[in-house]
């Protein structure tokens, strides 16, 4: 958690430092659509639907270049539908959903580059980073009503490529709103511990965020 801290601050620190008129924060949320793939097992998973807080602060390069850092609380979670089979007090077997979930909370740290273009500058494209790292996680069986805590089983760092598309909306002169669609893709293997057919657990999150931008 301190190496995390640190690249933090060294990431956000010199954007404190230059001239204000270059340099906007906000405060984003939105919806995160996750999945694993890595081994088969993982890739049968069904992706699930979840959320995520943050904030941010962007830099003016340019009038249509930035750099920008988020830090989000990102909450990933990711589906099992399959089927599992019991045996009754007689021997026989029945089957029924397994309807587990595999929940990841996780800091994320983003640092990519927005183009911006059109008439009005008002789309634009971006790509970069992102560190993230992990708070805790968990495999929940809705049908058994239990809880096993995973945190262990899983590396604390997770790290890949950033890319999006978004939309900017000015609302005044120190008050804008941007809604964008960004891929977060996982290269590192998470897990820490043998994965199933020699294979990988790497993360894979597909966003649609709602920033809020503003001058101080």
Do not use: H
Request: hydrophobic content about 40%; aromatic content about 14%; overall charge neutral.
């Amino acid at each position: 958690m301190k190496k995390l801290f640190f690249v933090i601050i060294f990431i956000c620190f010199p954007l404190l430092l230059v001239a204000q008129d270059k340099i906007k924060f906000g405060v984003n949320g939105g919806l995160n659509y996750a999945s694993l793939r890595g081994n088969d097992l993982a890739e049968d998973l069904d992706p699930g639907i979840s959320y995520l807080l943050g904030v941010s602060a962007e830099y003016f390069i340019k009038e249509n270049l930035s750099i920008s850092a988020n830090l989000n609380y990102e909450n990933k979670t990711a589906k099992d539908n399959g089927n599992i089979y019991l045996l009754d007090e007689y021997g026989f077997p029945s089957m029924i959903k397994s309807d587990s979930k595999s929940i990841y909370n996780y800091l994320v740290l983003p640092v990519y580059v927005n183009y911006y273009f059109g008439k009005k500058d008002d789309f634009y494209v971006n790509g970069g980073v992102f560190l993230g790292y992990l708070l805790n996680s968990k495999l929940t069986s809705k049908k058994f009503n239990d809880s096993t805590n995973t945190t262990d089983m899983n590396k604390k760092i997770d790290a890949g490529l950033v890319f999006g598309f978004g939309k900017l909306f000015k609302l005044n002169d120190k008050n804008e709103l941007k809604l964008e669609i960004r891929e977060n893709l996982g290269l590192v293997n998470t897990s820490d511990v043998d994965v199933y057919g020699d294979g990988t657990i790497k993360t894979n999150s597909l966003n649609l965020i709602l920033n809020w931008n503003f001058n101080l």
